[in-house]
């Protein structure tokens, strides 16, 4: 007969492995959701012929990029969760600085972006204030 713990220990490795594949495929669903309207929002700055900067349409994308890599993060930790080895132990370290590295760089990136944008913005108002064209 085989041990309650280790029929415990299947079912847990298996709920995890699940849950682990739900993680990643939300991680996918969302950058899917940061294409499609990327490409939306590129599409009409196109149809509209505002093609000056496409700033905002990168700082859109980028949030989605950057979720999705916290997403894939949590994943990795789910997949060494359940006994890990050394081996996988050392692949989640070497994945997690690199993901961690990409985030830290987009999220810098997004709020450049964005004090960029606001100053725009704010600039245009002044000029607009004092009767100037921007």
């Keep these: 007969m085989i041990p309650m713990h280790a029929v415990a220990e299947d079912w847990v ?13 939300l991680g996918a669903v969302i950058v899917g959701m940061g ?3 990327a490409a939306a929002l590129f599409a009409r700055a196109l149809l509209s012929r505002q093609t000056a900067d496409f700033n905002a349409i990168r700082l859109t994308l980028a ?3 950057a979720l999705t890599l916290e997403f894939q993060l949590g994943a990795d930790i ?7 080895s050394w081996t996988a132990i050392g692949k989640l ?5 690199i993901r961690t590295t990409l985030n830290y760089f987009l999220s810098k990136e997004i709020k450049e ?3 960029g944008l606001r100053a725009h913005a704010e600039q245009a108002v002044a ?5 100037q064209s921007p």
């Design 113 to 115: 972006e964005q004090a």
């Design 127 to 131: 000029s607009k204030a004092l009767g």
């Design 63 to 65: 949030r989605y990029l």
């Design 93 to 97: 370290g070497a994945v997690a600085v």
């Design 13 to 25: 490795r298996i709920a995890v492995q699940w849950l682990r594949l739900g993680v990643e495929f």
């Design 35 to 37: 294409v499609i309207l």
């Design 78 to 84: 789910l997949s060494t969760a359940v006994a890990p």
